[in-house]
């Protein structure tokens, strides 16, 4: 019974038209060009890596795709177990004709050239839209994006905002933040906050429905005084990344602070995507160095949560132990909603156990389901599918099974994670 | 067959007589008197305050029962997928007639015209408990509480003791605990402890059957000297709250300790609850204001755990991250005991999760499965049978059909859980 | 199907030959003499301590085998629900007649009787790992072990470390570390070095095929300078432990530093069991005395990973909340290897949750199933069979049901965690 209820509900949900509230995606370039694009997507490269392939085989410059593509496929091997594998089948099997359910040297080819001739279709980016049943992705902006040439009711501004906060001692991020805002860091505070404040301004102009940031382990919003800010300031100013780190630090939760200050200005959610050590393995391959501590706390967030009423946080974490945490945060602060399963949370046993434990606690209207994260547009199906699955088992054993609702019930709490709450917690502008 | 040997299970375990070891009854006043002293539970406040109703609205002053009723049904609505919910559904259908498995704008006025014309009967609370299958509660009684005016064999005596550890700086505090002990406070050690001595002279004459406190994740006891305790206690004597902090955790700490001797000396269980911060969401509804930071390790109680080999420490953790933590220390320590599913652990899946592994390798002599926390006895019903569930199923799944015990064999480990170890580990006064 | 697919999938790996790539087996005394020596166990004396019985009942001295038995059995009543009884159930059910699945005071004694004169066979050791399906077993042999009077193909070295990182200040273990090397301590780092590499030599001569050690929660590796070990050094030859802490940190540092260089330069790979501290329950019975704070992250050997690309660190965690991060670290690091489930992660429900997310996130070659950490040759059975029990589980509801595997493939998989990556990550010497 559960199973077939399960099934049905994966069916209903799937037909749900998808708006995709985080991804990577370049609006100029949204899909793939050849088969290189996608298993040039870190997590192939990263896990043929880890599994024994050398860096340097991996990136050596001047390869052809076409090489790039068999040198990864005779790699995939100690992978097939995985999740992320699974995804690469899955778009395989759906876009270009793959009937085996494993991709090696017996077959890459012919996929890869079936592959590159549908890709090359100037429609190639609408098609994928339309068979993943996508309606349109949101973006992940650099502060100084122009965000002109494509079309931002399909492609969605969103602000991200690691470099403001965290870079800003470098002099490439000030210069680009001079550059684009017009304004003059002078050692102002007024004035550093009017060149973000210019950033809101074009972003929101052009159609952005969020601001987003991820944070390391460590990072405790705190709220810092104009003097405190104008000492750091000045040294930033003069030193640089040589600045004292204490004044680093101090700019970066300013920064931080502002940030949040002009997402209540201008209504617009801050999604922050907490947990990140960024370069921890210094030698792995492009995008794959990254991990974290998972002795993080959202209490470290309390002065945040209790400033900003009016600012919707939409958390996501990136360990799953501290995914109860984020459950009884978003059971208690109005402003805190769960955002999706993000990145090493990102495989079917977290997601199940971390979907569960949410559905059955946080208010239905505080749930953002799912984002792919994706950089190509390819992968926003297999990796939404993967949720569909997890959710539609959720679904069906803890409602349908376990509380007695009915199919159609359940179809409803699963359409409103998928898509009613994005629609409601990032609305477009009017 | 899984799923035919959980609901045979279930159905005996709950033929099973209930006492509830853990709930804030008030013995005076023991069931409700309207539905707004069911959705004036702090679950469904905060839950519809988190999911979007205003504070003020919650808590208007001077809105009748009813009144109060309306608002909170309009606004239920977000939070149907909830656990909480579901203890409201179920109150609803087993006491006052709800046939639907919502309660909203529809329905709510009869239900709530029936409940009220039922909860006025003078034999109400009795009603209940029968209805229940419920012997006996444990309260949560204030240190001066005069436990008088009820029956202490169905409502039994708990001395709570966080006001002692946390507050004794408070004026109020010094003030009610030298008039109920008749012992004034002189700035000697011995004197404070006569004064909790006397307590737990009183509360033991009376009939109760533990000691409780909660704790926050930084509290960790330690033994602190005569000497050091005068000094703090000399401080807080004369500046109250304005005396340093550090004095005022040495005094915390050795008022913890005395407890815990005084624990040994008349031989209570001492209730411990950790982990839980106060006030985190400041502006948050009644009772709806209390986080954590789920980064606590029972390694905090090592010292404590060995200093008092002859008391009895049923332990509750706020955290599911901290379960396999007291499933180790109960393993190894004889008396560290498991205690219940508190709060924010207090839903299906992860009740599930951490019964599981405490069945698994906690001996099965110091497992309290399940306490209701309640406030109503209306409410200790479906929090019971919500655990009853879940129990039911890891019995079928991980005891019948993976080790291959009969139903019986499965049944008489639940009774115990469920009822005979919280008769040992609490004896009645002989 | 599900089911029916995993007993499908027991069967066939429970025909894959073991190699047990951990344990602390007597070579000498490799199993068992009489029933106290099972019974002896320090989970059996743990758990029925905890469950309370008088550690005086357990360790009086002079106490015949028999005796101990019939204590022990007549205290197991309050543990028969955890998995730890229930591998004593299988070693009597499989090699000693039991028919019922409880030992108790009825039946105890004719399965005493008939252990004793199957034990008493000269061959019995071989009869159990036949009948185990055994092939090998990794030892954990001190560092001054002569490795001589067995053979090192059936029971093979490995080098435990713990004592010349964290005891070298004590007198007897300088004393042996000189003994058994022939190399005096004279205060230099190089002279410290050649000590230990001597060790490295004689247990590679004799077959080593890993070095490992534990490690408590707060180590963090990191290099030591020479002049920073000198000085240290110096310090510890001369005051033992009463050497400044920082001393003592500095020197186990540079010992564990010089362990890695040393696994490098002899193709060892470098097992880390993490997060165990020590005598946390002091009064506990033999072995039944350690605990953990949970409270550790992968990030703190951020700097080794790095220093050591060509050693392999196969990987324990000691609480499930870590695994998280394990699966992470070895999806990123080549040099990260999972490995097993320890100690108090080593239960049913841990097992299937942590091999779970491991088995969908980590390369299949960088997975090391199960140890049985087993003391006596008996044990490895039922400790292997729960693991294979869960994989099956885990087999067949991930990849067979959920990703269409067919059983072959999973089989497959269940032989390469179980076997051949043991082979490949441990190499035989050539």
């Not at 559960?2 to 049905?8: P, V």
């Not at 890709?119 to 980016?125: F, L, Q, R």
């Not at 950089?375 to 349908?400: I, T």
């Amino acid at each position: 019974m559960t199973e077939s209820a399960a099934e049905t509900i994966y069916q209903e949900i799937s037909k749900v038209r998808l708006i995709d509230p985080h991804t990577h995606i370049d609006p100029l370039a949204p899909a793939s060009k050849t088969l290189a694009d996608l298993l040039g997507y870190h997590y192939y490269t990263e896990l043929a890596h880890s599994a024994g392939m050398p860096k340097e085989s991996i990136e050596e410059e001047g390869i052809s795709d076409k090489e790039k593509v068999q040198r990864l496929v005779s790699n995939l091997g100690p992978i097939e177990n995985t999740a992320q594998y699974g995804w690469l089948i899955d778009i395989c099997q759906k876009f270009f004709g793959l009937e085996d359910n494993r991709l090696d040297e017996s077959n890459w080819e012919s996929i890869y050239d079936n592959a590159e001739s549908k890709m090359t279709a100037a429609d190639w980016s609408d098609t994928v839209l339309k068979e993943s049943n996508v309606e349109s992705v949101f973006l992940t902006n650099d502060f100084d994006d122009p965000l002109e040439g494509f079309d931002t009711c399909t492609y969605i501004p969103c602000l991200r905002t690691d470099d403001l906060v965290f870079h800003l001692s470098k002099d490439s991020i000030q210069k680009r933040l001079q550059h684009c805002s017009g304004v003059s860091l002078d050692g102002s505070v007024s004035n550093l906050r009017d060149a973000i404040e210019q950033r809101f301004q074009h972003f929101k102009k052009n159609g952005a429905r969020a601001c987003a940031i991820s944070l390391p382990p460590s990072f405790t919003p705190e709220s810092i005084s104009d003097g405190r800010t104008e000492t750091a300031l000045s040294d930033i100013l003069k030193h640089g990344e040589n600045a004292s780190p204490a004044n680093q630090t101090a700019l970066s939760n300013r920064v931080f602070w502002t940030l949040a200050e002009l997402c209540e200005q201008y209504q617009l959610p801050f999604d922050l995507m907490i947990g990140v050590n960024r370069g921890v393995y210094g030698n792995g391959v492009f995008q794959g160095q990254d991990l974290y501590d998972s002795r993080v706390s959202l209490i470290q967030y309390r002065d945040l949560f209790n400033a900003f009423p009016n600012v919707n946080f939409p958390i996501s974490v990136l360990a799953s132990v501290t995914n109860q945490e984020l459950v009884s945060y978003a059971w208690i602060f109005p402003n805190v909603i769960t955002n999706g399963h993000w990145w090493y949370s990102n495989t079917p046993s977290f997601i199940a156990k971390d979907a569960t434990a949410r559905l059955e606690a946080v208010p239905q209207n505080k749930q953002i389901g799912y984002y792919s994260d994706a950089y190509k547009l390819e992968f926003v199906f297999p990796k939404f599918d993967m949720y569909r699955r997890v959710l539609a088992n959720v679904l069906s054993e803890q409602f349908v099974r376990n509380s007695g609702w009915n199919i159609e019930r359940a179809v409803e709490l699963g359409h409103r994670v998928l898509r009613k709450n994005i629609e409601q917690i990032f609305p477009a502008n009017q």
